[in-house]
């Protein structure tokens, strides 16, 4: 059986709003970085996010133009996973959704190496399951990254049933490495984090359907009343609504418990292609200079 090698470069898949933000980290930190999406639109936009991002640290004299100049060149694109040939760890940030998972696990693998450590983002979906739809279970971890990546301190460490020690040691001190904080979950759906934020988002929207609240009093509610620093309609404009809803469903379908149904309003939402900031419509309209409510 394979054992994990020291790491020092990452691939990463999906260059989104997770995946680039991952790629930041790494590449701030001193990885060697190959990110790789389906197109190179997608990639450029996802590094000219990372240069703005980092120039704005250089303008606030938190990181010399050295540092930024470092952190961009330890950053490849690619189109194709032939790059992930010499990664040590890879780590899949695509859509959350079980099939293109395990659609992209099906291409990726016969590109890497056999003792490369495979680590998955998702925000929900089992370990277990994902990594038994690959040829290294052992090597295979739940990494879980809040958003926005570059400022949140926690990654949630879920080992799956057949995870090595190994693996999750190896990855552990990545984690630290990054200058993060890990905390470890048990392979249940959603697992801490998600389990208790995301019905906490669906509740809001359950206020807002019943008109308990407008989006406003809502955010302010628990933004004032609860020290949030984004209202509960706010965040999940951020998180991606179909992120949302995607959770509520593994939580709903995981638990086999009314409790986690996902508010119709969130459906209906995700229905209509208003997914929050990324559409530029959730409960917030964003296509102007400021985010308006949008009841
Ligand atoms: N990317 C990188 N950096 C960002 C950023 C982004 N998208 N948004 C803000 N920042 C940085 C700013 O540059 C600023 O940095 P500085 O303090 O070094 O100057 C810092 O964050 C604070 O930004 P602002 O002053 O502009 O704004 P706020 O004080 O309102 O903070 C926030 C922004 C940190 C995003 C804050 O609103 C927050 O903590 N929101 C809650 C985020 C949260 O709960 N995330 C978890 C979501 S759940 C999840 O990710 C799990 C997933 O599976 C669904």
New binding site residues.
Partial sequence: MAEPVEIRKIGIVGAGQMGS?IAQVCAQTGYAVSLADISEEFLEKAVTGISS?LQ??VD?E?LTQDDLDTAISNIATTTDYVAFGDCDLVIEAATENEEIKKAIFEKLIPALREDATLATNT?SISITRLAAATDRPELFIGM?F???V???KLVELIKGIATDDATYNAVNDVVAKLGKTSITSEDFPAFI??RI??PMMNEAIYVLQEGVGGVTDIDGAMKLGANQ??GPLE?AD??GLD?CLA?MQVLYDGFADSKYRPCPLLVKYVEAGWLGRKSGRGFYDYTGDKPVPTR
């Fill in positions: 933000g991002r704005r640290l606030k938190r925000s879980h809040m958003n926005p570059p400022v949140m984090v998600n934020l995301v620093p984004m965040l951020f998180v992120t959770i």
